[in-house]
């Protein structure tokens, strides 16, 4: 990767635990000031404390909070990695920086295994269709926000549920609400190793049929795909929203800050 230096360029990073810290320490490595939003103080702790490295802690959703964050920390550069299915927020990002007319690049991990031609995808949670759910054993992985409608729909069809949640208290609070018995959920953090055994240790503690999750590239997806691939499930990914046309795709980090490097160039000559 050829890339000149720069000299006080400010970028904006929105992201979870994985991307952000990598992306962070290759912009820093060029001279970039990195500004990294975290909604918890534990997010934090996931980025090396650097001279140029600036954390936010806290949720920034609205147009008008992003436009004023944007203007008062003199950002040049805003990189959306949330997660795929953090569609808000994507949206009103988008919006902010058409209106300040400031480049947004919106980077997703594809870690999709391509050669599995057996996976099964689905529009929304409470899709799938030609399952007798009677005494079969499924385990949740949507986040908390429908995780109450999504287990109610599926008790209803004698499924026996179960769910992965974050260990964030608005997850756990929504997941303790709901109608799943309290012994079903599962509160960790998903592990950035895709070797580490967790996910498919809990599959196999709770012995279960089936996996419904949310098609994010992480890597908690990859350890259900390999058991799918084995036989061990069967796995169903619910398809990634499409978010904004008028937006720079990547998902390679490289080819985020060379498409960068290169507006920058362009904009100096």
Known sequence: MQIQEKC???????SGTADGP??????IKLNFIVFASVVTYRGGTSY???????????????????INFINKNKI??????????????????????????????????????????????????ISISGVNWNNKKLLLAIGSRFLDTTASFYLDKGADVFARIL??????SLALRS?????????LEPS?????????????????DYVLCRDSGGYSQNIWEQMHSEGLIKLFLIQRPEVGKNVLFFSEYDDLI?????????SHE
């Not at 109608?179 to 509160?187: D, E, N, P, T, V």
């Open 258 to 266: 060379n498409k960068m490097n290169s507006i920058h160039s362009f």
């Open 48 to 66: 090396q404390k650097k001279p140029k490295l600036h954390i936010i802690t806290g949720k920034i959703n609205g147009i008008d909070q992003f």
């Open 179 to 187: 109608r799943l018995i309290k012994s079903h959920i599962a509160i």
């Open 167 to 172: 260990p964030t208290c608005e997850s756990i």
């Open 8 to 14: 006080h360029e400010n970028v904006w990073i929105l």
């Open 76 to 125: 040049d550069y805003i990189i959306d990695a949330t997660h795929p299915f953090a569609l808000r927020i994507s949206e009103n990002l988008i919006k902010a920086c058409q209106k300040i007319n400031k480049p947004l690049f919106r980077f997703e991990r594809n870690l999709r295994n391509l050669n599995n031609k057996n996976l099964n995808y689905v529009e929304d949670p």
């Open 22 to 27: 990598i992306l962070a320490d290759k912009l």
């Open 192 to 208: 950035k190793n895709k070797f580490n055994n967790l996910e498919r240790n809990l599959c196999q503690y709770w012995k279960i």
